[in-house]
């Protein structure tokens, strides 16, 4: 906003002079002097008591109203300062500092369309100054015309080549335009100009995080946060570099800390829960999620976001009502039905899933992963030909994900045609060859075409990827049974028989433990110890079971036996970590 | 967890549940969980199975051809009016109200006509004295109808009864009846006048803990005459200290269920010695009963699997590996599942058996598997190839099209008397409470029916072989034989909480079959683990006659016990040019050219069968 006062309050004066009730209009300007000394010393509330006692004085003073509009802006009371603006614009309307003022009112409270029709007609009748020109471009840019508003905002430059703030203004709308170029050109010329400018730093950050120079980012919203360290958007614009760099942890830091800062910044708080999501803490999302649903009622995305995170804790039930929401407002999100499908797949609703996924591939039929989940819902229902066109489908659209051909050799393996079988499977593992169970799976069915030299060698990627599993080594087994080496078909099994006791021990010492536990908490001491004895018995290296153990013995006041078994679980513990 | 991750794991899950997906989906571990009773037709949205052409491979010479066969289900009109009882109807508690009961086709009478034995169930809250559910035997009428003479009978026993077995223990000539229990198991001697006495205690079968002891299966494992008794066991489970479904929670798809079994501590397996004076011994330890990979015994079904003439016992676990206890011919057992192939899936993962059926399907003189298992997974089918191995052949087979249900009773039976032995599947869902949620398999369930296509390879035609087939019924213990002596093979179905299935097989075929009672003198009076082989050329054009073989058995199936009488089909061949009986006591009985169609009672050591036509056991 300029600053009109001090003509104002001279042409006021003159009018004032010249007026019938000279008592009132003396007192009217001493008001409009007091008004205008008030706000030169920047006590915005003392000059609008003035300028208010002033108008009041002389209401049919133009030049009052003007200047109460512009304090009434000052102190954020827009609807009035509009008022006043207009009032004094009906007393006289050639008065293009009231109009200037008036955009600018317009522009920051949020009424683009009116601010840039009266900068335009004021552009037309006169050149603006480059800070106008600046506002009038960002309204242009908010009512989506970005190379408009790109071009006003280079004249704004050129008409006030030292202004840092219009310099970082046109670098944020040369990013916007995704010229990231001359976006970062123009944010480093605001900082020539003006080195203290928080925001340039904070764009500059932007810019540089987008070209993933996370160091480089780093330093300027460090900067950016020195200068400006309330300001909670510098710490989310921080969290939004160091996620395009996929550095999630680092960046839930930054969100946590812009919302700590503000609260009310949807953004930062939509921003650390997708983060949160993506690290797998989806619990804590939800919670933020809820949070920017509440505020948004009416963001798809957001709705989405936590039904997803709902899907992912096992509350798809939750996130039904949420999909159906979103999808009343974004009806044609494939995507957005591919969740709900999922969803219902969730929730063992099967034929509402495929629904969902058929809706999914009348907006985007060519979406592989629809297809692919339209493949596993349509199998579920044991409906293989309509499951394996949709695979057929999901690979021919996406030849380069491993899920189709993978899934699509198992069900053909289990439709007995091994060649398909063995063709796709053989994709899948050369696209994703660390699958140790496709490799199982590929020798075993090898091993059921009789194809015994590639079922072994099959089985032996199989055993290198999963070496705890048995079932590799009992399928090796009978392949090199087939083959004749009966001493090392043997020898798999021996191999397969001591993981798969290994295994059945542990579960065993597993079962014994719990029940101990549960006898426990109900005081049976003496059953409790035979349990975990029961479990050592199975597994002595359980180390849980000889902690409880010990906890049982000390609570029998055997306190040397307890000693001894809490020191064999802690053994156990530093062994086997 | 995103959402392809989501979908990663389910895809596994929809085309090969593993115990490890199980896990993964049921969180703590899944258990199981039975309900009630919408048992009729139509009770259940019932799903329209897409048909699928039979995997490639040798040409069957049968692919096309009409089914010509049909099972109605008679129950009613045979007045099988008995409801079995087992556990909550809408959700339950624990895995204990889950698993029903089993059912044999039993001639107690010994009047040539198969009467059913249908065991029941309990529930937590109990009952009021007098209403309490027992168990019940029905008698044939010869007529296609049954009457209730539980009563009269003396089997009124109430209490949560699991499988059923048949068997000769005391050699007297008339077939006794063993009936598992979560609780005392009961030995009801047959005292061959329509009676029954209760004989557990004198037998020394009393135990001295409550367990849940599941299938059951007499034999002869150490070929002595006498008959033994094997007795799976499947959870340790103590009611007062077993996990209820929300402390897990232990959930199913989203869906509280009962818990277990893993978590919960197995059962053990028991192996009663035969003294030969009418009692038993607890051989259990010494035996080798012990000593397995996989544990949660659920069925169990005998044969001599490595044709070296002592019976094997191969047992269907839940959740972990299957057993199979070869017998060492010197009072102990080992167990080779795993390194005979038929412990596991066809990739090495532990599957959750529930049922399990023996039969040569192949013809190739080697008994074969089948098993089923849980939802989401197919049933099993393990063919024998030699001494001691098997292969997987579940898709080669044809069996891996289905996996949405979950299957308990099983057998092979040959239904349209080709010679062949086709597969009947009973399924049901475990959890009443999917009744409740839209998942992909309801708790009553239809059946799954493949013909033998000759070649290998099964054909599911469950949507051709009539409304017994495909009507939804939580089903659990099934029973096969010849109700109504016509010559095809009929099956008895137990529900829980609903009315039982008679499924009367009504064929248009004319083809022939040969049929035997055997009765062992030296052997066991009921012959259990007779091995009998028929050669016939049940073709014209065969260049070689069929070999078709099959043993006594006791026990099999989902706890059940299915007729004594070995049936065969013999498609074209009206007369069996040789039929050999291998008797458990070593000796080998040939007989030659039998005429088809007929019932033979063949004693151990006769010189000649004594034949019999059916339906009314006329002597010929």
């Known amino acids: ?174 990013a916007q335009a995704g010229d990231w170029k001359n976006a970062e050109a123009a944010f480093r010329d605001a900082l020539l100009l003006n080195r203290r400018l928080a925001s340039a730093h904070m764009h500059l950050g932007a810019v540089l995080g987008h070209e993933l120079q996370v160091d480089a980012a780093g330093e300027e919203f460090a900067q950016a946060a020195q200068l400006d360290p309330k300001n909670a958007r510098v710490q989310m614009e921080w969290g939004n570099a160091l996620v395009a760099a996929n550095e999630d942890q680092q960046a839930i830091a930054h969100y946590q800390q812009a919302a700590a800062m503000d609260p009310d910044l949807t953004d930062a708080a939509y921003q650390l829960a997708l983060a949160l999501q993506r690290s797998g803490r989806e619990r804590e999302a939800i919670l933020l999620f809820e949070k920017v649903v509440a505020t948004r009622p009416q963001d798809a995305e957001a709705l989405t976001n936590l039904g997803l995170a709902l899907v992912q804790t096992g509350r798809a039930k939750d996130a039904v009502p949420l999909y159906l929401r979103a999808a009343a407002l974004t009806p044609q999100n494939a995507t957005l039905h591919q969740d ?69 050799g198992i069900l053909y393996m289990q439709d007995g045609r091994f060649e398909d079988a063995v063709r796709n499977l053989r994709t899948a593992l050369e696209l994703r060859p660390q699958n140790g169970d496709g490799w199982s799976i590929l020798g075993s069915v090898y091993r059921q075409q009789n194809k015994y030299d590639d079922a072994a060698a099959a089985l032996r990627k199989a055993i290198e990827l999963l070496p705890a599993q048995p079932g590799p080594h009992i399928t090796l087994a009978s392949v090199l049974q ?47 110890i035979a349990r975990y004895q029961e479990a050592i018995g199975s597994d002595p290296n359980y180390a849980d079971a000889h902690r409880q153990l010990a906890v049982a013995f000390a609570n029998q006041g055997r306190l040397t036996e307890s000693a001894a078994e809490k020191q064999k679980a802690e053994a156990l513990t530093e062994n086997h970590p | ?36 009773p919408q048992s009729r037709p139509g009770a259940q949205q019932s799903y329209e199975a897409k048909p699928m052409p039979p995997p490639p491979g040798p040409a ?33 508690k624990y895995l204990l109200e889950t698993t029903g009961c089993g059912v044999a086709f039993y001639d107690y009478d010994q009047d040539g006509w198969l009467d059913i034995f249908l065991v029941n169930g309990w529930r937590l809250e109990g009952f009021a004295k007098g209403s309490e559910p027992t168990c019940h035997l029905f008698r044939n009428n010869h007529d296609g109808t049954f009457t209730d003479v539980t009563e009269k009978a003396g089997l009124a026993r109430s209490g949560w009864g699991q499988a059923c077995c048949v ?51 007499f034999l002869d494992y150490d070929r002595d005459g006498h008959l033994d008794l094997f007795v799976g066991n499947y959870i340790d489970l103590d009611l007062k200290m077993a996990p209820l479904p929300e402390s897990g929670p232990c959930l199913y798809k989203g869906i509280l269920v009962a818990c277990g079994p893993p978590g919960l501590a197995p059962g053990k397996n028991i192996l009663y010695h035969n003294n030969g004076d009418g009692t038993f011994t607890d051989v259990s330890e010494k035996a080798g009963m012990w000593t397995t990979y996989g544990n949660y015994a659920l069925s169990a079904a005998v044969a001599d699997f490595d044709n070296d003439g002592w019976p094997d016992i191969y047992v269907a676990n839940d959740s972990t590996a299957a057993t199979l206890y070869q017998n060492q011919k010197d009072g102990t057992f080992r167990d080779i599942a795993i390194e005979a192939g038929v412990g596991l899936s066809p990739d090495g993962k532990p599957q959750a058996g529930m049922g399990v059926t023996i039969g040569d399907y192949n013809r190739d003189g080697w008994f074969d598997l089948a098993k089923t298992n849980f939802a989401g997974d197919t049933d099993s089918l393990y063919a024998g190839i030699n001494a001691g191995n098997f292969e997987d052949r579940t898709y080669q087979a044809g069996l891996g099209v289905n996996t949405r249900y979950l299957g308990w009773g099983i057998g092979f039976l040959d239904m349209d008397n080709d010679g062949w032995l086709d597969l009947l599947v009973a399924n049901g869902h475990v959890y009443p409470e999917v009744n409740g949620a839209k998942t992909e398999a ?47 093979i009929d099956v008895v179905v137990n529900c829980v909480n609903a009315l039982p299935q008679l499924l009367r097989c009504d064929t248009t075929w004319k083809r022939h079959w040969i049929r035997f009672r055997l009765v062992g003198v030296k052997s066991n009076r009921t012959a259990i683990g007779a091995r009998v082989r028929v050669t016939a050329k049940t073709q014209p054009d065969q260049p070689r006659p069929a070999v078709l073989m099959d043993e006594v058995r006791s026990g099999g199936s989902y706890y059940s016990q299915s007729d004594l009488r070995l049936h065969f089909g013999l498609d074209q061949a009206s007369v069996a040019e040789v039929v050999e009986v291998q008797w458990p006591s070593g000796q080998v009985d040939t007989f030659r050219n039998l005429k088809a169609d007929r019932l033979y009672v063949v004693h151990e050591g006769a010189k000649e069968p004594t034949a019999y036509l059916l339906p009314d056991m006329k002597k010929v």
């Open chain 2, 442 to 488: 309801p708790y009553a369930e239809h059946k799954y029916l493949y013909r033998n296509l000759r070649n290998g390879r099964f054909e599911d035609v469950s949507a051709k072989a009539g409304p017994g087939i495909m009507a939804a019924v939580p089903a659990r213990g099934c029973a096969f034989g010849d109700f109504d002596n016509d010559g095809d």
């Open chain 2, 60 to 92: 069957s010479p049968i692919a096309g051809t009409p089914l010509g066969v049909q099972f109605v289900d008679v129950a009613e009109h045979a007045g099988l009016h008995a409801k079995t009882i087992f556990g909550g109807e809408k959700t339950n």
């Open chain 1, 482 to 528: 087939e083959q004749g080496k009966h001493d090392e078909a043997a020898a798999e099994r021996k191999k397969a028989g001591e993981l798969t006791r290994v295994a059945v021990n542990r579960q065993r010492a597993v079962f014994a433990t719990n029940a101990g536990n549960a006898l426990l908490n109900k005081g049976e001491i003496a059953d409790a």
């Open chain 1, 1 to 174: 906003m300029r600053n009109p006062l001090l003509l104002l309050v001279c042409m006021a004066a003159g009018v004032l002079c010249c007026g019938a009730q000279q008592a009132s209009l003396e007192q009217a300007r001493e008001a409009f002097q007091a008004g205008s000394a008030a706000y030169a010393r920047g006590d915005l509330s003392g000059a609008r008591r003035q300028f208010e006692r002033a108008v009041r004085l002389a209401p049919a003073v133009e030049e009052g109203h003007s200047a109460l509009g512009v304090v009434l802006f000052g102190l954020g009371e827009y609807r009035q300062a509009i008022t006043e603006l207009q009032t004094a614009l009906k007393m006289k309307p050639a008065d293009r500092t009231a109009e200037e003022n008036l955009a600018e009112v317009y522009s920051q409270t949020g009424a683009p369309s009116q601010a840039a029709a009266l900068f335009s007609r004021l552009d037309r009748e006169s050149p603006l100054s480059g800070q106008l020109l600046a506002a009038w471009a960002r309204d242009v840019a908010a009512l989506g015309n970005s190379s408009e508003a790109l071009a006003i905002m280079r004249r704004a430059a050129v008409a006030d080549p030292q202004n840092a703030a219009i310099q970082d203004d046109l670098g944020s709308l040369y």
């Open chain 2, 167 to 217: 068997g000769d223990y005391d050699n007297d000539g008339v077939d006794d009846l063993f009936v598992t229990y979560y609780g005392q198991n009961v030995l009801f001697r047959n005292n061959g006048n329509g009676t029954f006495t209760d004989v557990t205690a004198k037998a020394g079968l009393l135990q001295e803990k409550t367990r849940w002891n599941s299938g059951c299966a």
């Open chain 1, 340 to 408: 709900m499908g999922v969803a219902y797949l969730q929730e063992s609703d099967v034929d509402d899933a495929v629904k969902e996924f058929r809706a999914g591939l009348k907006i985007a039929p060519a979406d592989p992963h629809l297809h692919y989940d339209l493949g596993l819902a349509l199998k579920l229902k044991d409906d293989l030909p309509g499951a394996i066109a949709e695979l057929e489908s999901a690979l021919r659209l996406d030849p380069q994900s491993p899920d189709a051909p993978y899934t699509l």
């Open chain 2, 1 to 36: 967890m995103n959402r392809r991750e989501f979908l990663g794991s389910l895809s596994r899950s929809a085309l090969v549940l593993s115990f490890a997906d199980v896990l993964r989906m049921a969180t703590p571990p899944w258990a199981a969980a039975q309900t009630a």
